[in-house]
C-alpha cells in the first residue's frame, strides 16, 4: 500500500503550497503544488480514506526565502 505525505510549504488566506510525496519520493519536481484551501482539505480527506489511514499532512519546517523576500 502506498504512503501520502503532504508536506505545507506556505499557507495564504486562499491557498495552500506544498510538496507531495508517495511512498518518500517527490512527485512534483517541477516545483511546488498550489491549491486553493477547500480543495487541498478534500485532497487530503479522499487521500486518507483511499488509503486507509496512511496520509500525512505536516508544515515544512525548512520553507524556501523567496516566500519572505
Same mark, same amino acid.
Given at each position: 500500500?502506498? !504512503? @501520502?505525505?503532504?508536506? *505545507? *510549504?506556505? %499557507?495564504?488566506?486562499?491557498? *495552500?503550497? &506544498?510538496? &507531495?510525496? #508517495?511512498?518518500? #519520493?517527490?512527485?512534483?519536481?517541477?516545483? @511546488? *503544488?498550489?491549491?486553493?484551501?477547500?480543495?487541498?482539505?478534500?485532497?487530503?480527506?479522499?487521500?486518507? %480514506?483511499?488509503? !486507509?489511514?496512511?496520509?500525512?499532512?505536516? @508544515?515544512?519546517?525548512? /520553507? /524556501?526565502?523567496?516566500? @519572505?523576500?
Amino acid at each position: 500500500m502506498n !504512503r @501520502y505525505q503532504l508536506i *505545507i *510549504i506556505k %499557507k495564504s488566506r486562499f491557498h *495552500i503550497f &506544498f510538496n &507531495f510525496f #508517495v511512498n518518500d #519520493v517527490l512527485t512534483n519536481t517541477d516545483g @511546488y *503544488i498550489c491549491l486553493e484551501t477547500k480543495d487541498f482539505d478534500q485532497f487530503y480527506k479522499d487521500l486518507f %480514506k483511499s488509503s !486507509r489511514g496512511q496520509c500525512i499532512k505536516a @508544515y515544512s519546517t525548512n /520553507p /524556501p526565502a523567496e516566500f @519572505y523576500s
